[in-house]
């Protein structure tokens, strides 16, 4: 492969490195990421990923011994290298992937062209664990969850480590914000959809019993660890689903019982 045109870069100060400090630092990365419209991926798979989903690249980081993987990619952006210690300055960790990239955020798709075109829906309340989130949108690419919905509150799904944990599927499935909340959950009943809470509560159907006008278009909706479903949401929801537990268990952990529960809906496709 050619040798790939690149920057090097020997001082961790450089100003061009900008968009890759302190990337261990999630209060600073969440403050700084969104406002300014970029979003890291780390890896060369989950880079190539953004790509293919047609996210535009700001700029490569890379440990100085990989450059030539890039060699296809330096025309789109500048690619700037340097040795694990610049780079561990630089960011805050060890990068033993040996690749970053800076992309730009999109437009999030309009909560009308979400529901119009899907027949499953994931919904998160709350859910503030970058690991999680990565997690339920890689369940859901994988087990045909058409889109997901966040509350406000919920972490961002373009965070580093959530772009790392979904491998690169947050880029695969839609996402919108669903606000006010829980009000707007009235906007998917409108639409058709049968809003479906999971939660260990009582009065809970058990998951595979749901009948099949309830899983035509169904709205998984699932809460956060250890506080679960907030109680307005409980309200707004059609029907409470549990996961049948055994040996005194009392559920799981939200991104296991998420792909539970897409597998469930979705095992008469």
């Not at 690619?79 to 960011?91: D, H, I, K, N």
């Not at 033993?96 to 999109?106: E, I, K, P, Y």
């Not at 829980?182 to 809470?197: C, M, Q, S, Y």
Request: hydrophobic content about 45%; glycine content about 8%; charged content about 25%.
């Amino acid at each position: 492969m050619a040798r790939v045109p690149v920057t090097v870069i020997t001082d961790p100060g450089d100003e061009r490195l900008g968009d890759y400090r302190a990337l261990t630092d999630v209060e600073l990365r969440t403050r700084w990421e969104p406002p300014h419209g970029l979003f890291i991926a780390e890896g060369e798979l989950v880079l190539r990923r953004a790509l293919r989903a047609g996210y535009r690249p700001r700029s490569f980081l890379v440990d100085e011994k990989r450059v030539d993987q890039l060699g296809d990619l330096a025309d789109i952006a500048p690619v700037y290298a340097g040795g694990q210690p610049v780079l561990e300055q630089v960011t805050g960790f060890h990068v033993h992937r040996g690749v970053l990239a800076s992309f730009h955020r999109r437009p999030l798709p309009h909560l009308d062209a979400i529901l119009a075109g899907a027949r499953r829906l994931a919904v998160l309340e709350d859910i503030n664990n970058h690991t999680n989130v990565g997690a339920i949108f890689r369940g859901a690419a994988a087990l045909g969850v058409d889109a997901v919905l966040l509350s406000p509150t919920c972490a961002d799904p373009l965070y580093r480590r959530s772009v790392r944990v979904s491998m690169g599927e947050v880029f695969a499935v839609p996402y919108a914000t669903l606000a006010p909340w829980p009000e707007a959950l009235t906007r998917l009943k409108d639409a058709g959809f049968t809003v479906i809470a999971m939660t260990p509560g009582v009065d809970t159907v058990p998951l595979q019993r749901l009948t099949e006008s309830q899983r035509a278009k169904a709205a998984l909706l699932l809460g956060a660890e250890g506080p679960g479903i907030t109680p307005g949401a409980i309200r707004a929801s059609d029907v409470r689903v549990a996961i049948p537990m055994r040996r005194g268990v009392d559920s799981l952990n939200v991104a296991a019982a998420a792909a539970v529960a897409f597998w469930e809906l979705g095992r008469d496709d």
